[in-house]
């Protein structure tokens, strides 16, 4: 089948493909604007400088659980941002630093902005942004429904809104991640962008088009959507991660702390589909795709529970 003949996402969406633990694992993002044409793969087609593709390369292999997006807004300024967000399960933050020439990128010690010690210069904040992903190069879909959505909260939101290279993920467009949790929304329409920022800023979850958290295994994103849904905890704070363990090849025991000395465990397993699909645009031929199923979910007394 020619690409130009479908859309992924909507074969993803056609299909009611199962989208819970569908994302990317990150706990430091590094977001630099560039408000300059995105070829399909950002970095490596941009104009910078070798020296500073070395320096932001680098940067990812030595900072643990690292991440890089390319950020832009209209219209472009004379200075250009970097945010430098700890997406982590408590106290998350960005801190925001203002460049005037992107060689400044190489003084910037990111690490010790990672690690708390500095803020180089920048600002703290824990302030929502909004990323959506408009990746056009990358993936058709990420275009198509990216940029409505994108220009829907840009309305509501302002400069909490931002377009965003390839996040992963294209069946899953439009693509939408609030920072600095780092929550990951899939098949997000231009309805509910509005509804989902209106949430963040509740400090809630919506667990509608809900991928996952970025800072937890595919598994444990799966299992804190699976017991979201089923309980109907949607505080950003309601559940903490407390263990994951194997219980088979691809079957996985999830531990959350909840609210009122609760105890929620849920058995999760990885399983392929029945049916096939494109899993981009740029796709050859359909193919089963995995994706995580609810065995059980237990609610425990804190005091019951034994390791």
Same mark, same amino acid.
Request: glycine share 8%; with cysteine; charged share 25%.
């Given at each position: 089948?020619?690409q130009t003949l479908f859309f992924c996402s909507e074969l993803s969406r056609n299909a009611g493909e199962q989208i819970f633990g569908t994302a990317?694992?990150?706990?430091?993002?590094?977001?630099?604007?560039?408000?300059?044409?995105? *070829?399909?793969?950002?970095?490596?087609?941009?104009?910078?400088?070798?020296?500073?593709?070395?320096?932001?390369? !680098?940067?990812?292999?030595?900072?643990?659980?690292?991440?890089?997006?390319?950020?832009?807004?209209?219209?472009?300024?004379?200075?250009?941002?970097?945010?430098?967000?700890?997406?982590?399960?408590?106290?998350?933050?960005?801190?925001?630093?203002?460049?005037?020439?992107?060689?400044?990128?190489?003084?910037?010690?990111?690490?010790?902005?990672?690690?708390?010690?500095?803020?180089?210069?920048?600002?703290?904040?824990?302030?929502?942004?909004?990323?959506?992903?408009?990746?056009?190069?990358?993936?058709?879909?990420?275009?198509?429904f990216g940029n409505g959505v994108y220009q829907r909260l840009r309305e509501r939101e302002s400069a909490s809104a931002w377009q965003s290279s390839h996040v992963? *993920?294209?069946?899953?467009?439009?693509?939408?991640?609030?920072?600095?949790?780092?929550?990951?929304?899939?098949?997000? *329409?231009?309805?509910?962008?509005?509804?989902?920022?209106?949430?963040?800023?509740?400090?809630?979850?919506?667990?509608? !088009?809900?991928?996952?958290?970025?800072?937890?295994?595919?598994?444990?994103?799966?299992?804190?959507?699976?017991?979201?849904?089923?309980?109907?905890?949607? *505080?950003?704070?309601?559940?903490?991660?407390?263990?994951?363990?194997?219980?088979?090849?691809?079957?996985?025991?999830?531990?959350?702390?909840?609210?009122?000395?609760?105890?929620?465990?849920?058995?999760?397993?990885?399983?392929?589909?029945?049916?096939?699909?494109?899993?981009?645009? !740029?796709?050859?031929?359909?193919? !089963?795709?995995?994706?995580?199923?609810?065995?059980?979910?237990?609610?425990?007394?804190?005091?019951?529970?034994?390791?």
């Amino acid at each position: 089948m020619s690409q130009t003949l479908f859309f992924c996402s909507e074969l993803s969406r056609n299909a009611g493909e199962q989208i819970f633990g569908t994302a990317p694992t990150g706990e430091v993002w590094l977001l630099v604007e560039y408000p300059h044409p995105w *070829g399909p793969r950002a970095l490596e087609s941009s104009a910078l400088s070798v020296a500073v593709k070395q320096h932001l390369n !680098n940067l990812l292999k030595t900072i643990p659980r690292a991440r890089l997006l390319f950020i832009k807004q209209s219209p472009p300024r004379d200075t250009f941002s970097l945010f430098v967000v700890r997406a982590r399960a408590r106290r998350p933050y960005a801190v925001r630093l203002m460049l005037a020439d992107y060689e400044d990128l190489r003084s910037i010690n990111v690490e010790a902005i990672v690690a708390g010690d500095s803020l180089e210069g920048g600002t703290l904040t824990h302030d929502p942004l909004f990323l959506v992903c408009t990746h056009g190069k990358r993936d058709k879909c990420c275009a198509k429904f990216g940029n409505g959505v994108y220009q829907r909260l840009r309305e509501r939101e302002s400069a909490s809104a931002w377009q965003s290279s390839h996040v992963g *993920g294209d069946r899953f467009a439009a693509n939408l991640v609030c920072f600095p949790h780092g929550i990951f929304y899939g098949h997000v *329409g231009e309805e509910s962008a509005a509804q989902i920022g209106e949430e963040y800023a509740r400090g809630r979850v919506r667990i509608e !088009n809900f991928r996952g958290r970025a800072c937890l295994s595919h598994p444990a994103q799966a299992a804190e959507c699976f017991v979201r849904a089923e309980t109907g905890l949607v *505080g950003l704070d309601d559940l903490a991660l407390a263990s994951t363990r194997r219980a088979g090849e691809l079957t996985w025991r999830v531990r959350f702390d909840g609210p009122d000395k609760k105890v929620y465990e849920a058995r999760v397993t990885n399983r392929v589909s029945e049916f096939r699909t494109f899993v981009t645009c !740029n796709s050859s031929e359909p193919k !089963n795709v995995a994706s995580f199923v609810l065995d059980d979910l237990r609610a425990l007394d804190a005091s019951d529970v034994s390791e």
